[in-house]
């Protein structure tokens, strides 16, 4: 996973527009990965995972990439909406039992 | 899923005092977990905090400090001590079910 950053990144987006929030995660071995959505005031909440024995994972409105060979996930969201605004991080599992770890997060903006 | 409430929701304190957070799940679980978010960034992982066991740090994160009780299995404190304006953070309590965690809606502190 990605260390602590600084402030997050911005996206962008038109309503109605697809997004489309990128994380790049270090540890090959990683077998399970997650997508957080944080909206101001509240806590991380589980959107969607993904194992690493997949590429490709739909939910709804919400789809997510994996690329073993670069390393890189990526979260698409269709038709966005206001109420996507929020901050979204990547988690992956590095195995056993150990703590999720987190990317740096991005701030996705609605522009209505 | 798992269902996770803390409390205080929001606190302002005096720099020299300390607080206890308390984070309720549930349903039983093994695994938790304390993270610290420092306002625009990611989520650090504070200490993990399993039934039965002493709570295991992350480095820069020390007992004395912030001290963490796990008297059973749907319930645990974090309690920052001897406060600074340093310490004005969200806190978050976190689960892990299976290979995903679920968070809590942190607690606001701020230190003056």
């Known amino acids: 996973g990605e260390s602590v950053g600084l402030h997050l990144p911005t996206l962008s987006v038109q309503e109605g527009d697809n997004s489309i929030i990128n994380c790049a995660y270090s540890?090959?071995?990683?077998?399970?990965f997650i997508w957080y959505k944080q909206e101001s005031g509240k806590g991380p909440q589980f959107i969607i995972d993904?194992?690493?024995?997949?590429d490709k994972r739909q939910g709804q409105r919400v789809t997510v990439l994996l690329n073993k060979t670069v390393k890189h996930l990526s979260l698409q969201i269709a038709a966005t909406q206001p109420g996507d605004s929020a901050v979204y991080f990547c988690?992956?599992?590095?195995?056993?039992?150990?703590?999720?770890?987190f990317g740096k997060g991005t701030r996705l903006s609605v522009i209505a | 899923s798992a269902v996770i409430s803390q409390k205080p929701s929001r606190d302002i304190c005096q720099r020299g005092t300390s607080l206890t957070i308390q984070c309720q799940v549930d349903?039983?679980?093994?695994?938790m977990f304390w993270y610290r978010q420092q306002p625009g960034q990611s989520l650090t992982l504070i200490a993990t905090?399993?039934?039965?066991?002493?709570?295991?740090?992350e480095s820069g994160f020390v007992i004395d400090k912030f001290p963490i009780s796990r008297p059973n299995l749907t319930f645990s404190t974090l309690t920052v001590s001897n406060m600074s304006p340093e310490d004005s953070s969200i806190y978050l309590c976190?689960?892990?079910?299976?290979?995903?965690?679920?968070f809590g809606p942190g607690t606001r502190l701020t230190v003056l």
């Open positions: 976190s689960v892990r079910r299976g290979d995903t965690q679920y």
């Open positions: 540890n090959s071995a990683s077998d399970y």
């Open positions: 988690a992956e599992n590095i195995g056993g039992n150990t703590p999720l770890v």
């Open positions: 993904i194992r690493s024995n997949m």
């Open positions: 905090a399993n039934q039965g066991s002493e709570a295991t740090y």
């Open positions: 349903s039983q679980v093994t695994m």
